[in-house]
């Protein structure tokens, strides 16, 4: 997490200036360091402290409980340092003001906004006055003990927070990017349909343009040829009538000839007149249509 990175890089920066032959330095005072055989960690007291019940060993062991002894190795031995429990004074609160500063400049630590080194450099100063006003009073000390780790967990807290807002934003923003793309590729997708649709509308239209022209002017060339049809039936009805004025108007026969051929005119001028009049009253083609 973001806490983890920032402590990696603090204790870089602090191993640098406290060089690689001692452990890092510490704005907490602790007592000189002494070569152990195995670890103290998880251990309660000091060596060679384990049968004194009195004050100074008691306020030792709130001081191990509250600030826990570090430990190094130094040319193949292990060595380890408890916090000092000598009282602090009015010279050591200036010291720790003036050794606070000159870590923040040498650290380039910022003066705003978040800064891992600044937040380490303030936690160890809190730390240095726990132990000064816990060697004074232990409950004064174990309650400032309480403030700092309820700090510490909001501080934790605000952090896992923002990690899970950053981790959140980042899933919105990819689902909101991966959904984009897929708009567009739909977006591309329903254009492209509509130029088919486009393009095939109007081969329709096209299509519907020829047939109609097509039809219009086959009703021409058929209304024109009905024309021509009845006028040539008209003037055939014509021939006819004339032929049958003149058939009429002829001499007229003796007169049994004169009952036949009576009989054979008319009955063809009959057929021949109705023939013509069925044809000059038949509808045009086009008008069937």
């Known amino acids: 997490g973001i806490n983890a990175e920032y402590m990696g890089i603090v204790q870089i920066l602090m191993a640098t200036l406290g060089g690689t032959t001692g452990p890092t330095d510490s704005l907490v005072q602790y007592s000189t360091a002494v070569p152990v055989t195995e670890s103290v960690k998880g251990k309660k007291g000091r060596p060679g402290l384990g049968s004194d019940k009195g004050k100074g060993s008691k306020a030792e062991e709130y001081l191990n409980s509250i600030l826990p002894p570090r430990e190094y190795n130094k040319d193949g031995k292990l060595f380890v340092q408890y916090v000092s429990a000598t009282p602090a004074t009015k010279a050591d609160v200036i010291t720790l003001q003036e050794n606070l500063d000159k870590k923040l400049q040498q650290m380039k630590a910022r003066e705003t906004g978040i ?23 232990l409950e004064r000390g174990f309650l400032l003990v309480r403030v700092r780790d309820e700090l510490r967990m909001t501080i934790e807290a605000y952090q896992s927070l923002y990690e899970s807002a950053i981790a959140y934003g980042m899933r919105k923003a990819l689902l909101a990017e991966q959904k984009k793309n897929d708009m567009n590729s739909e977006i591309m997708k329903l254009e492209r349909e509509c130029a088919e649709l486009s393009k095939s509308v109007e081969g329709l239209e096209k299509s519907i ?20 049809a009845v006028e040539s039936e008209k003037l055939k009805n014509q021939q006819l009538k004339e032929d049958l004025q003149r058939l009429l108007s002829a001499q007229p026969p003796t007169s049994q000839d004169k009952g036949k051929g009576k009989k054979q005119t008319f009955q063809c001028s009959f057929s021949v007149i109705h023939q013509t009049i069925f044809q000059a009253l038949s509808p045009s083609p086009c008008t069937l249509r």
């Open 115 to 137: 800064c891992p080194i600044r937040e380490e450099l303030y936690a160890q100063c809190f730390d240095e006055l726990i132990r000064e006003i816990t060697i004074q009073c």
């Open 209 to 228: 343009q020829d047939m109609e022209k097509s039809f219009a002017e086959e009703c021409e060339r058929l209304d024109k040829k009905h024309k021509e």
